[in-house]
């Protein structure tokens, strides 16, 4: 059964990827396309590396998300100087689907230059959550609230007007590369402009079921 706290945990998994895995995966991004949108599908061999490094650390993960099974749809990201990723929630916007995303993964492979940073952010405001719960027929604990779903936007400067003026309070990581970052799918999160360089990640949902 799905608790609320394993969509707002946070988590981290250092030298969750091995140096030579980390090359590989480098060397895996140095030829995908540059296309317009920074977001962009995995290619297979990137994502067979990351599976098995998120299988070895899922003892590491369930510690604190006992629910998490796999990663799946893993993307590529590629943030160069002036573009960002604006404050998001992603949400769990269908809480009875078979397959339901309860947090996301992050692995740095190189930082930017300058800026670059993913944070979280928490919030005591109500305009958060929707009002809505899921509870036992859904596999979630009864009443677990839900807040909105606002996925990630390909407009990078886009941020909800209702969250924008909502207080918040940032917390900003400095994961080394090869590290996973681990955090719920109720915690709004984003990334600070890019000054200078080239940010390169990969990501991807973390879900409840193993196939």
Do not use: C
Not at 109 to 128: H, K, M, N
């Amino acid at each position: 059964m799905i608790q609320l706290s394993e969509t707002l945990a946070l988590h981290s998994v250092e030298e969750a990827l091995s140096p030579e895995e980390l090359r590989q995966l480098r060397k895996i991004a140095d030829n995908e396309p540059r296309p317009d949108s920074s977001f962009t599908p995995a290619p297979a061999l990137a994502r067979d590396i990351l599976d098995a490094a998120v299988e070895r650390a899922l003892p590491s993960i369930q510690r604190h998300m006992p629910s998490v099974r796999r990663a799946a749809s893993w993307m590529y990201v590629e943030l160069r100087a002036g573009l960002h990723v604006a404050t998001h929630v992603d949400g769990i916007p269908d809480p009875a689907a078979p397959l339901r995303r309860l947090a996301r993964i992050a692995v740095t492979l190189e930082q930017a230059d300058a800026g670059g940073d993913f944070y979280v952010e928490t919030t005591s405001s109500p305009r958060l959550w929707t009002g809505a719960v899921a509870g036992e027929r859904e596999g979630f604990a009864p009443g677990t609230p839900l807040t909105h779903a606002l996925p990630h936007s390909n407009e990078h400067n886009y941020e909800a007007s209702w969250l924008a003026s909502t207080p918040r309070t940032r917390w900003t990581t400095d994961a080394a590369p090869g590290a996973f970052l681990v955090y719920g799918a109720q915690i709004l999160h984003g990334v600070t402009p890019v000054r200078s360089g080239t940010l390169r990640k990969f990501v991807a949902d973390l879900v409840d079921a193993s196939d």
